[in-house]
Antibody, heavy 119, light 110 residues
Framework: QVQLQESGPGLVKPSETLSLTCGVSGYSIRTAYYWGWVRQPPGKGLEWIGTMYHSGNTYYNPSLKSRLTISVDTSKNRFSLNLTSMTAADTAVYYC????????????WGQGILVTVSS | QSVLTQSPSASGTPGQRVTISCSGTSSNIGSNYVYWYQQLSGAAPKLLIYDSNQRPSGVPDRFSGSKSGTSASLAISGLRSEDEADYYCATWDDSLSGPVFGGGTKLTVL
């Protein structure tokens, strides 16, 4: 059974960088699939942040591209998100999820982590 | 502002059939499969329909999806109280080169 688990800080100060990690168990991220991040501001809808393939290829939402880096650590079977220059508008629940390339079929999700941007 | 358009709310009584719609464009729904997600309060989204009209194992056949042109629909028949949730449509957008979501529809079971 594939399981994803987000980890990282629940509180980030404005202008700082958010660093989140998604640990994957029950499946090797080197095997297949694309591994992505989706966020959901409180009371609002879902927004795709970005996706990576185990080869290191990354695909970013253009609205976040200038601030975003997604990387992979295949030896630890996990991938990470770095989002710089955080503002209150970045306050959201951040999910990691698995999908296929070219499809929006997120079939496995982490439980999500609430990140609040506040001084 | 979400790329895909959904009505913010829908409602029905137990046993009824309700339909949730999702509207897009030729660069997203018009040329790609549609996916539907159910999000119960406080939980992560769950894949409900894939490839526009297929159900993952374990999803009751009360849930069905369809797509026509640049629009898609999710139908729920035999409505139950446990169906009360937020429902999101999603698809790949060729212009964005990434997934896009609808704004979500909050389903209330009266």
């Amino acid at each position: 059974q594939v399981q994803l688990q987000e980890s990282g800080p629940g509180l980030v100060k404005p202008s700082e960088t958010l660093s989140l990690t998604c640990g994957v168990s029950g499946y090797s991220i080197r095997t297949a699939y694309y591994w992505g991040w989706v966020r959901q501001p409180p009371g609002k809808g879902l927004e795709w942040i970005g996706t990576m393939y185990h080869s290191g290829n990354t695909y970013y939402n253009p609205s976040l591209k200038s601030r975003l880096t997604i990387s992979v650590d295949t030896s630890k079977n996990r991938f990470s998100l770095n989002l710089t220059s955080m503002t209150a508008a970045d306050t959201a629940v951040y999910y990691c999820a698995r999908h296929s390339g070219g499809y929006a079929n997120f079939d496995c999700w982490g439980q999500g982590i609430l990140v609040t941007v506040s001084s | 502002q979400s790329v895909l358009t959904q009505s913010p709310s829908a409602s029905g009584t137990p046993g009824q059939r309700v339909t949730i719609s999702c509207s897009g464009t030729s660069s997203n729904i018009g040329s790609n499969y549609v996916y539907w997600y159910q999000q119960l309060s406080g939980a992560a989204p769950k894949l409900l329909i894939y490839d526009s009209n297929q159900r993952p194992s374990g999803v009751p056949d009360r849930f069905s999806g369809s797509k026509s042109g640049t629009s898609a629909s999710l139908a729920i028949s035999g409505l139950r109280s446990e169906d009360e949730a937020d429902y999101y449509c999603a698809t790949w957008d060729d212009s964005l080169s990434g997934p896009v979501f609808g704004g979500g529809t909050k389903l209330t079971v009266l």
